[in-house]
């Protein structure tokens, strides 16, 4: 089963949150400056792409990409964003528990202008409360 007309339904009673649609896919953009993106691509053969920003996990299982495409729009997960120069190149996701932020993903590219002063920063959203199950 697709997701994506579940999803969409959801993000759209949310308060402020703007969200495009395709058949194959949804894209739920953040409210500030200081949140990212979160996708869902339905894939053929039924598989799943979610991604915050640059970070991306693929899923066979619906339900568990659906619960990571919610998971993305609370501020229980963030990212971990580092650039050289304006090019983002490294995005590593982290889960908020009792003791603190901890790395539960990463992605990253292998090329980047490494001549360039490498600077790191985070970004959350807070669009959603709750948010699927965690990992």
């Known amino acids: 089963m697709n997701p994506i007309e579940t999803l969409y ?19 739920a953009l953040p409210d500030g ?13 039924e598989r799943f792409t979610v991604s ?10 619906p339900k568990e990409a659906a619960d990571c495409f919610r998971r993305g729009l ?5 990212l971990k964003v580092t ?5 983002e190149y490294k995005w590593v996701l982290e889960r908020r528990g009792s003791s603190g932020w901890t790395e539960i993903g990463r992605n990253a590219l292998k090329l980047a202008p490494y001549w360039k002063g490498a600077k790191t920063f985070y970004l959350k959203n807070n669009l959603l409360s709750g948010g699927g199950r965690q990992r």
């Open 83 to 87: 650039r050289r120069g304006l090019f």
């Open 33 to 45: 400056r200081d949140g990212f993106d979160v996708a869902i691509v339905c894939r053929p053969n």
């Open 74 to 78: 609370t501020d229980r997960v963030r």
């Open 52 to 61: 915050y920003r640059g970070w991306l996990r693929h899923f066979d299982d």
């Open 9 to 27: 339904t959801e993000v759209n009673a949310l308060p402020g949150v703007q969200a495009y649609r395709t058949e194959n896919s949804l894209t």
